[in-house]
């Protein structure tokens, strides 16, 4: 059946359909039996279906989406193109020092097998390498990268290197930026012209897919049986690539991740006002917040900033403020006009909210859902997705064909580590390690000494708030 975009869209998503000659859906109707089934139309869901189809084009292979391909995260994230090198401790505590290496090196390729990929199927998802800025803005933040730069240099594997303050500033194109560390290993895309081209490779491939099908009940076992509202997909196996959506499905997965959104804002196309800034290419800005600022522009001369951090779902209930404007647009536009004072009164095109699934290690976490042998399932991205997606692809292609590879011995594919505390104590403490992260960082803002409570409330947010 036909379907008419509805009247609010995050707006990468909005954009991409317009470009679609026609937004046709195909719900499921009737039973279908397939080799595998996934549930859930985005990144996840659409990068394994894909890896699977190269590794094996005779496997029959079902997505169901409950509504369009990339209507979820996937589709509204800021779609800056980051890498783990920055999470080097964090890896190497979790996995071990050779896979922490590993990973890092990964999380890079992946970024430029996305690149091969869109210019081999013709998908213009306006990727631009042109790297990343991880930057300080007041003389707390300063020399934060040195202790992770010291390790990535001690195994070889460091893309960073130290700009000039000036350059930094040229590069960022605000005086905001104080100190800042460059790697070409990075950069940002469309994600939603992402997203709708990976649909129609993966339907190329012989993939069927059924948006608009949301899933009502799985029932497990060998073969597990989907029941959707028009019918079932009896499936050999099957992937869960739900993301912030599981805890809704499966509680069990309460206490591994929390809904946190991510709020973006984006001008109007102002292309000389960008150039005048400095702003020219497809870089990504990352400053040293905890819950960060972000921003990037796009090729067509709009400026997007984002921050995460501002609302916390109580038991991880699926907010109707994830799926409206923002809550926060004059918080979003304090942000612009304190990086870009030249800025003020440009006209703002929208702002939009997602939400993000972070585990208590900052990291995604992939395995076999209640031990079942064929049902698998990948989540946690916590709101470094747009590379690592490609990766989990890796991690559940390889699951569901039973491999025994590096993906399938790694850590990442052992289920959660860590686990946040029940609510309400979950939600009361997010809420008062929030706000103390506010007090410090607009202390640190103003040169002030923070308060001592609020520096070690502010330690306890690293894992639900850093970015990259």
């Not at 400053?287 to 400026?303: A, M, N, W």
Request: charged share 20%; with cysteine; aromatic share 8%.
């Amino acid at each position: 059946m036909n379907i008419d975009p509805i009247d609010y869209q995050p707006f990468w998503f909005s954009e991409a359909l317009k470009r679609e000659e026609s937004i046709v859906s195909k719900p499921l109707q009737g039973d279908v039996e397939t080799d595998v089934c996934i549930i859930g139309g985005g990144f996840t869901g659409l990068w394994t279906a894909i890896q699977l189809k190269e590794k094996q084009p005779e496997l029959n292979i079902a997505i169901i989406e409950k509504g369009l391909c990339g209507s979820g995260a996937s589709g509204r994230n800021g779609g800056c193109m980051l890498t783990w090198s920055t999470k080097y401790p964090s890896l190497k505590k979790y996995y071990g020092e050779k896979e922490a290496c590993r990973l890092v090196s990964a999380s890079e390729e992946a970024l430029y097998k996305i690149r091969d990929f869109c210019l081999k199927h013709d998908i213009d998802a306006q990727v631009r390498l042109d790297g990343t800025l991880y930057t300080a803005t007041n003389t707390a933040q300063q020399g934060g990268m040195d202790a992770v730069i010291e390790q990535l240099e001690r195994h070889d594997i460091n893309s960073w290197q130290r700009w000039p303050t000036e350059k930094v500033q040229e590069g960022a194109g605000s005086q905001r930026h104080i100190e800042g560390h460059f790697s070409p290993a990075a950069g940002s895309l469309q994600p939603g012209l992402l997203v709708r081209g990976l649909k129609r490779v993966a339907e190329s491939m012989g993939v069927c897919i059924y948006e608009n099908t949301p899933m009502d009940r799985l029932d497990e076992g060998e073969p597990a049986i989907i029941k959707t509202p028009l019918g079932t997909v009896t499936a050999n196996k099957v992937v869960l690539a739900i993301n912030a959506w599981m805890p809704k499905k499966y509680p069990q997965f309460n206490k591994s991740i929390v809904l946190v959104s991510s709020d973006m804002l984006i001008t109007k196309p102002m292309p000389e006002l960008l150039k005048n800034i400095g702003l020219t290419d497809g870089k990504a800005i990352v400053d040293s917040r905890i819950f960060v600022h972000y921003y990037r522009t796009t090729p067509e001369g709009r400026l997007m900033i984002g921050k995460g951090g501002n609302t916390f779902a109580f038991n991880n209930k699926m907010l109707p403020a994830f799926d409206q404007p923002s809550q926060h647009e004059e918080q979003l536009q304090g942000a612009l006009h304190s990086f870009f004072p030249s800025l003020k009164g440009s006209p703002i095109e929208r702002t939009w909210t997602g939400p993000s699934d972070r585990s208590a290690t900052g990291l995604p976490f992939f395995g076999r859902l209640n031990n079942q042998s064929n049902i698998f399932y990948g989540l946690g991205y916590s709101g470094n997705g747009v590379g690592q997606t490609y990766m989990g692809g890796q991690i559940l292609s390889s699951l569901v064909l039973g491999l025994d590879n590096e993906w399938t011995r790694s850590g990442l594919a052992k289920g959660p580590l860590g686990s946040f505390p029940p609510e309400p104590i979950r939600w009361l403490g997010a809420m008062t390690v929030r706000n103390a992260v506010r007090r410090k960082e607009n202390a640190e803002d103003d040169g002030k000494k923070p308060l001592w409570i609020d520096k070690q409330l502010a330690k306890l947010a690293n894992a639900a708030g850093k970015k990259g």
